[in-house]
């Protein structure tokens, strides 16, 4: 298990004092189920990510492929034994922002939705694209940006603007498909060809052109390897940006998400 101290943003801002009782405090959660790490972002508690493996001991079995859950029983049990390593027990009722991968099908929510009601009993449970939660993780500027997702199964594209994924593509080729770690053409080409495709299309070619000048948002395991932003530079012929948790960032905005969604409640109950 790994540990983000990111207790930045804490529900105690909805009052400006602490609250009386903890056990009812209001919680913001964000989710996001890689298939190569669970991560969740608690308001006020460490960023926890663990890797998205089961128990099995001869034949470790990956919990999700190609971003869907693979094995649900699996996933459920990795994800409360992570939520178990809060000192600070999240209070009943949580709002959850969970990443979805770009194209996800409704079957696909559905089985996310059952595990995260399952396991958080949330008051609310909403779906953010992965890419834009990266975007909102990074903390993108305003204007059209473009955002490149380098996962262990997936590569995600996509042109943000207005706060919203003006477009978006996925190819279902990832890090984990590489024989050698270090050839990682294959997947930079997919990313090439995921980008012009955007640029093709008429909804998103304009905010793309004008994201250009910008360069690209890259997140995810690719974006810590060695070598790799900058050769995704050259392939594009594009700046490359990297945030300073590439591995997090997507979840650390889909809990930032979840906060403003619980703050817009507290405002329209209060």
Do not use: Y
């Amino acid at each position: 298990m790994h540990a983000v101290d990111d207790r930045s943003d804490t529900t105690s801002h909805f009052s400006g004092q602490p609250p009386s009782d903890p056990a009812a405090e209001p919680a913001a959660v964000g989710v996001d189920l890689g298939s190569a790490r669970i991560k969740v972002w608690a308001s006020g508690r460490p960023l926890l990510h663990v890797p998205a493996i089961g128990d099995s001991l001869t034949a470790p079995a990956r919990l999700v492929r190609r971003g869907r859950i693979a094995d649900h029983a699996g996933l459920r049990v990795a994800l409360t034994r992570l939520l178990a390593r809060h000192h600070r027990p999240l209070p009943a009722g949580p709002v959850v922002v969970v990443c979805r991968p770009v194209s996800a099908t409704p079957d696909d929510e559905a089985a996310v939705r059952e595990l995260l009601t399952a396991a958080l009993a949330p008051s609310r449970l909403l779906f953010v694209d992965g890419v834009r939660a990266a975007g909102i993780g990074a903390g993108a500027a305003p204007g059209p940006q473009l955002v490149a997702d380098i996962g262990a199964d997936l590569v995600e594209v996509a042109v943000l603007a207005g706060g919203r994924v003006v477009g978006a593509r996925r190819a279902e080729v990832g890090l984990a498909d590489l024989i050698d770690p270090t050839a990682s053409g294959p997947v930079l080409n997919a990313v090439a060809d995921l980008f012009t495709d955007l640029r093709r299309d008429p909804g998103c070619a304009g905010p793309a052109a004008t994201a250009l000048g910008r360069g690209v948002v890259l997140v995810g395991g690719g974006a810590t390897r060695p070598h790799v932003p900058a050769r995704l530079s050259a392939t594009l012929g594009l700046a490359v940006r990297t945030p300073a948790t590439p591995l997090v960032t997507a979840v650390r905005g889909a809990g930032l998400a979840a906060l403003a969604a619980l703050r817009r409640t507290a405002m329209t109950t209060a």
